[in-house]
């Protein structure tokens, strides 16, 4: 999101082709995702683990319950889904910033475990 909007901020690409990337990413997350479930599925790789089951559905229900909330649950997905994106932006930033490979994995593996322990949104993961 940040390099097609500087681009298009500085007027080196037109806001055509940055909309086209957008749609290509999402796109691409889609058909990521869907390829995912898919391979999940054909593989069975959740039949013998219906704890494991019982968990996504409980994760997958506690990130839908702000539809139930009204505009304060609009608002609470809102500010996750911006956390969730700085905390994917930071792990990538510090993955490149890092010029050794222990820096580089300490770096990024620190705001992903924060990702995942706060169960922030984020349209690729969640999808």
């Known amino acids: 999101v940040i390099v097609p909007t500087f681009f298009l901020s500085t007027r080196q690409v037109t806001s055509l ?9 999402f796109l691409g997350n889609i ?3 869907i390829l995912l479930g ?3 599925k054909g593989g069975n790789v959740l039949s ?8 996504l559905r409980e994760i997958i229900t506690s990130k839908m319950v702000f539809h139930e909330n009204g505009v304060s649950g609009w608002w609470q997905a809102f500010c996750s889904a911006i956390l969730g994106n700085w905390l ?7 993955a490149t910033a890092a010029h050794t490979v222990s820096g ?3 770096g990024s593996s620190i705001p992903v475990i ?3 322990a706060l169960g922030v949104q984020h349209s690729p993961a969640n999808m």
């Not at 013998?48 to 968990?55: E, M, S, V, Y």
């Not at 994917?88 to 510090?94: D, K, L, S, T």
């Open 17 to 25: 082709r940055c909309w086209g990337f957008w749609a290509i990413s």
């Open 31 to 33: 058909a990521g995702s």
């Open 38 to 40: 898919a391979l999940i």
């Open 48 to 55: 013998g683990h219906p704890d494991i089951k019982d968990r």
């Open 88 to 94: 994917v932006g930071m792990a990538a930033f510090n």
């Open 104 to 106: 580089k994995i300490l």
């Open 114 to 116: 924060m990702f995942a």
